[in-house]
């Protein structure tokens, strides 16, 4: 074992060791991600009383300011600071090594920060009204691309930091065996992450240029092509590290081991190789691809994506089940999950983001992936309810549970208000739930997605919406509000419990790192002669039942619009 240079700290209650500049940057990025999610959350707020035709609270102009600002802040800025703190965690804690090239991060910290400051300010000043989509040829304010380089830089050089520490770790013999599973999903998240920035650079340095007059014209399509590459696989880094926290809560809250790491790790392969071509979904519609390459990527290609999705989907209740039932927990097909400790928002939380991310997300995604059905639903309100499921039900609610697992373990702070606490998962989770299925209900009644007023009111050809569409507005609207008092009661909660949590012991700083000795990569087998997780198996068959009735149901919506041709 080589002396680590600098500090370390072993958490008195969870045995885990933290660097102290590695900290101290997990510390930063999770703040300034709770930072980016009370804006964004305050902009959603407005969002839904102005989509809500009753209320309808803010005009035009401003309406599609905050859309912008909401976009941006949420599914770029609070999720990648985020997943920043993730990927230091990863490997700078769970591996027991010193933080690589520190200053280099502090450096990708303030980019991030500045960036982040750079691009909001050109928003609500009036000049950058351009939706996160940003499409040429509407010009937004140079400081608008600007700032978006300048955060992608920041998150790019976090990335190479953290792949840095996992070269330092081996090199030092910080671990034994392999990286741990929940590091192994980070470092897919990472690789994704560093194809999607770089995609964003592609396209976003000229883009930056062409609003300085340098360049002449940017064309759409180019444009487009190369921008969802770097729009849609941003979800991308979030399912990975996503999927990585749902392990790490199944071995932090009940001790379980995957049931079979081999397995588990190729599934996070197939993302690398697979997930970021659901890109293609956005432009199913664009003339200037062919038809080769539309089909090959909505499904011959998808479908290795959304298997290991599946895999994910069943290994990690599926090693929770065997967890329980090693604990006793074995009558029936169920008392595993009845007997799970629900009032724990760390697990709660983690549960109810595989179930949305799987059932709402997941199925509506690989609908809205297939070629002639995103057809129908392209343009409506159908697509923010399928990213919401999967952004906001499967990756902020997952990062929700595990912030209640760093409060006292890295922060050093007693949460406060554990009543509430031990609720908030459950408004935030059910309320985006009915938010998302409303809003997937208006998008299949047509409803389109990015007008500010569906009455049309003043058009010279206006359109009537069935009643039922209405309704399903007035829904996904009070599922909205029930959402925001959720978010809302995470902030304060995070937000209090640093300011006035009582303080608890936070151990002592050494000068000397030891080792992480990796428990054996073996699955579980031998339970009985039969399947070791038969209640999760029941789970896998409801969901391919619901996954099989629901996409026929939209082949038969398709088939209502073939007269047309």
Not at 556 to 565: A, C, H
Request: with cysteine; charged share 10%; proline share 4%.
């Amino acid at each position: 074992m080589t002396t680590n240079a600098g500090q370390f700290r072993v958490c008195p209650r969870s045995g885990l060791q933290f660097h102290k500049t590695a900290e101290s940057l997990i510390k930063l990025n999770a703040v300034a991600a709770v930072v980016a999610l009370l804006v964004g959350g305050v902009l959603a707020l407005l969002i839904t009383l102005t989509r809500w035709q009753a209320v309808h609270l803010v005009g035009a102009e401003t309406f599609y300011m905050i859309l912008t600002a909401h976009g941006l802040d949420m599914l770029v800025i609070w999720i990648i600071f985020f997943e920043i703190a993730v990927l230091y965690f990863c490997s700078s804690t769970l591996l027991r090594c010193r933080l690589a090239a520190p200053n280099w991060a502090w450096l990708g910290f303030a980019l991030m920060v500045i960036g982040t400051v750079t691009f909001n300010v050109a928003i609500f000043t009036g000049n950058a009204s351009v939706m996160m989509t940003s499409y040429v040829p509407m010009p937004a304010n140079p400081a608008f691309y600007l700032g978006l380089i300048l955060f992608a830089v920041g998150a790019l050089i976090g990335c190479f930091v953290f792949l840095g520490t996992l070269v330092l770790a081996k090199a030092e013999k910080t671990y034994q065996g392999s990286i741990p599973l929940v590091t192994f999903g980070a470092l897919t998240a990472c690789i994704i992450a560093i194809f999607t920035i770089a995609s964003g650079a592609i396209i976003l340095i000229p883009t930056f240029l062409w609003s300085l007059g340098y360049i002449k014209s940017i064309d759409p399509l180019m444009y487009r092509t190369i921008w969802w590459a770097f729009g849609h696989s941003s979800q991308q880094i979030n399912v990975s590290a996503h999927v990585a926290v749902w392990y790490a809560i199944a071995a932090i809250v009940f001790g379980a081991k995957p049931m079979s790491e081999r397995v588990s790790r190729g599934a996070f392969l197939l993302y690398i190789f697979f997930l970021q071509l659901a890109s293609a979904h956005h432009l199913l519609s664009d003339p200037g691809l062919s038809v080769e390459w539309k089909v090959f990527n909505t499904s011959y290609a998808m479908y290795l994506a959304v298997l290991a999705s599946m895999i994910h989907g069943l290994t990690v209740p599926g090693a929770i089940e065997i967890a329980q039932r090693e604990k006793g927990y074995t009558k029936g097909l169920f008392e595993w999950i009845r007997k799970a400790p629900w009032g724990n928002p760390v697990f709660s939380g983690m549960f109810m983001s595989l179930i949305g991310f799987g059932f709402l997300g997941g199925i509506s995604g690989v609908m809205m992936g297939t070629e002639q059905l995103n057809m129908v639903i392209h343009n409506t309100l159908y697509v923010p309810g399928h990213f919401h499921a999967t952004v906001v039900i499967g990756t902020t609610l997952a990062f929700m549970a595990l912030t209640y697992f760093l409060l006292p373990t890295l922060f050093n702070r007693e949460v406060i208000m554990p009543g509430l606490a031990k609720w908030q998962p459950y408004l935030f989770g059910l309320g985006m739930g009915v938010f998302c299925l409303a809003m997937m209900g208006a998008g299949t009644l047509g409803v389109p997605r990015r007008h500010w007023d569906i009455t049309f009111a003043g058009a010279a050809l206006p359109y009537e919406f069935p009643g039922s569409a209405w309704l399903m507005i007035a829904i996904f609207a009070i599922g909205g509000i029930l959402a925001v008092v959720g978010g809302a009661a995470y902030i304060l909660i995070t937000v209090g419990t640093l300011l006035w949590g009582r303080k608890l012991d936070a151990g002592v700083y050494g000068n000397t790192g030891t080792v992480l000795k990796m428990p054996a990569l073996v699955g579980h087998g031998g339970h009985g002669g039969g399947f070791a997780a038969p209640g999760t198996f029941v789970f896998a068959l409801v969901f391919l039942t619901a996954f099989v009735l629901y996409y026929f149901v939209n082949w038969k919506y398709l088939s209502t619009v073939w007269g047309l041709s």
